[in-house]
């Protein structure tokens, strides 16, 4: 087990949002030795150890106060907050600030050949996603009376395999949605990454430590401005 007065960093190990989220540690003075295939990771000049993650994982890490701290995409969060809060399991914490990275959009898209008159036409759909719970909002607040079909991976192939009639996926360029031969409709969410706190409080150590760097992060963010 890792020193509990040590400040508990989740970060994804591989992915998207890894490499910004250890940069942005790094340009606030975090000494980082990061090995392959370890779950943890020390720093040498501060009180913190990573615990380095798949994304899904990290809400429910804070949520659950196992780690004092998370970098993770808006998207997840809220997701994983709609989940938790489906099944009366802890879905709280604080964030502490929108991150200047991870900025993508979760939309609907259409195959190229569909009808669309407006959102209407999703009435009586099928919708691939691995976003069930923002779907499903989304349908309920537009009054919509559509499915979501739950798929973890491949997404964009969903309507040419005859699983579902649309989608609903992260997008960023838009290059995977022409290449699938989809059309974007609806933007349901925007997200960005976010550095959030374990809504129990912290020793006081620990939350001296997170005072201290906070504004170290917007002097960074400010100087990418
Ligand atoms: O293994 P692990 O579970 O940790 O990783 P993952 O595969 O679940 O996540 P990863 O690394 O792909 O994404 C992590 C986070 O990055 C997401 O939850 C978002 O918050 C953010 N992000 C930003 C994106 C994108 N942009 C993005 N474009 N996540 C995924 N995509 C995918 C999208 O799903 C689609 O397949 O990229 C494709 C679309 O990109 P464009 O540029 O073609 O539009
Ligand atoms: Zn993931």
Redesign the pocket.
Known sequence: MSDSKRLKIAV???????DDSIALLKAIGIKLQIRDRLLIAHSTNQPIDLLL????DIPGLVMDGVVDMGF?????LEEKMLERQASKRPAEFQTLRRLDY???RLSIAIPNEMKYTGIESLNGTKVAT?YPYLLERYFTEQNIDASAVMLTGS??VAPRAGVADAIC?????????E?NGLREQEVIFE???VLIQKAQPLSEDKQALINRLLPRIDGVMQAKE
């Open positions: 994804q190990k591989k992915g998207r949002l890894s993650v798949r994304d899904d993770i995409g808006e998207n997840e991870g900025g993508c691995t997404v964009e996926d992260l997008v960023s360029t838009g290059a995977t949605l290449a997200s960005k990454a």
